[in-house]
């Protein structure tokens, strides 16, 4: 079934940070999911919506990928092409926080990437800071993961997203893959524990007038609020002593490759072969050769 070139998807967020004390908040989200091929198909599903121009609810492709106005599809190709993907026949949809009354700031943006036969192969995760910074976290998806169906991604934490929270430990991501339902989680892992997770659960709904008016135009100031709401949760956690950690230079990449939950389990198989063979081999004397990598504990 070929979806429309632009869909809403409604629905909450939730953050949970554990360490190094508990806080959590959650609260109404608006997103979009726009084929980047279709842009102007996309367009024309209401009058309440444009591409590249001021209205309600907008999208603009400077906002995303190369964020130079520049094609997305190039970007995109280019940060799955590192993960060893060619996607050249299949369609790219993104969703994203749009801009709602010309005002925009999106933490997450999920390019969900499609082979000839629209079987989901990869994902971008598209991170966003409020410094004007970006990083993408780009992965494959093993095998055929039916519609709605989960698949858990690692990778190492690349990219400064909170002055209260260091570039430390890696992201367990957990996606679906989208029908009707979004599902979304990202973990913060550290050391022996987790952090901080977020999650973000929605439905999908049609992108006509009366649905656009219905979601954005009674939360005119929603977009700035996403805004507002990361900056009380800061002052929040400042009030509360959390260590202020102060913005580290970005990363040399723009992106960097994730590994799916069975590419990890190989690697570890691996490892623990290699391990063993340390173990056995007479020049150790009966030990691990100083230097030599530990297997990973499980997450």
Same mark, same amino acid.
């Given at each position: ?26 609260? #109404?989200?608006?997103? *979009? ?11 024309? +599903?209401?009058?309440?919506? !444009? ?6 609810? !907008?999208? $603009?492709?400077?906002? $995303? ?7 997305? /599809?190039?970007?995109?190709?280019? #940060? %799955? ?9 299949? !369609? ?8 709602? =009354? ?5 933490? *997450? +943006? ?24 970006? $990083?993408? %976290?780009?992965? !494959?998806?093993?095998?055929?993961? @039916? ?6 991604? %690692? ?27 979004? #599902?979304? *989680?990202?973990?913060?892992? @550290? ?11 929605? /439905? ?7 649905? *656009? ?9 929603? @977009?700035?609020?996403?805004? @507002? ?14 260590? %202020? ?34 173990? /056995? ?5 009966? =030990? ?12």
């Amino acid at each position: 079934m070929k979806l429309d070139a632009l869909s809403l998807w409604i629905g909450r967020t939730a953050h949970v940070r554990e360490q190094p004390f508990r806080r959590a908040f959650h609260h #109404r989200v608006a997103m *979009i999911e726009i084929d980047i091929d279709r842009l102007d198909d996309a367009a024309n +599903s209401s009058a309440f919506f !444009s591409v590249n121009a001021f209205n309600l609810v !907008s999208f $603009h492709t400077r906002d $995303h990928g190369s964020r130079d106005g520049g094609s997305l /599809r190039d970007w995109a190709m280019q #940060r %799955y092409d590192e993960a060893g993907l060619d996607l050249a026949d299949g !369609s790219i949809r993104l969703v994203t926080f749009p801009r709602v =009354c010309g005002y925009g700031f999106a933490p *997450i +943006s999920i390019w969900y990437g499609y082979d000839a036969g629209n079987t989901l192969k990869g994902v971008i995760y598209e991170v966003h800071n409020t410094f004007g910074e970006s $990083h993408a %976290y780009v992965g !494959s998806i093993d095998g055929t993961l @039916a519609p709605d169906a989960r698949c858990t991604q %690692y990778v190492p934490k690349a990219f400064h997203v909170s002055p209260f929270m260091d570039v430390s430990g890696k992201y367990r991501f957990t996606l679906n893959n989208p029908a009707e339902k979004l #599902r979304l *989680i990202i973990e913060n892992l @550290a050391g022996e524990g987790r952090w901080h997770s977020a999650s973000l659960l929605a /439905r999908r709904r049609s992108a006509n007038a009366f649905s *656009i008016l219905k979601h954005f135009g009674l939360r005119p100031f929603a @977009a700035v609020g996403v805004t @507002a709401a990361i900056h009380w949760q800061a002052m929040c956690l400042w009030m509360r002593g959390a260590v %202020y950690h102060s913005r580290p230079t970005p990363p040399n990449s723009p992106s960097t490759v994730t590994e799916t939950a069975s590419q990890k389990a190989n690697r570890r198989t691996l490892q623990d072969e290699h391990d063993r063979k340390l173990f /056995r081999s007479p020049h150790t004397d009966g =030990c691990v050769e100083a230097g030599s990598h530990k297997p990973e504990t499980c997450s």
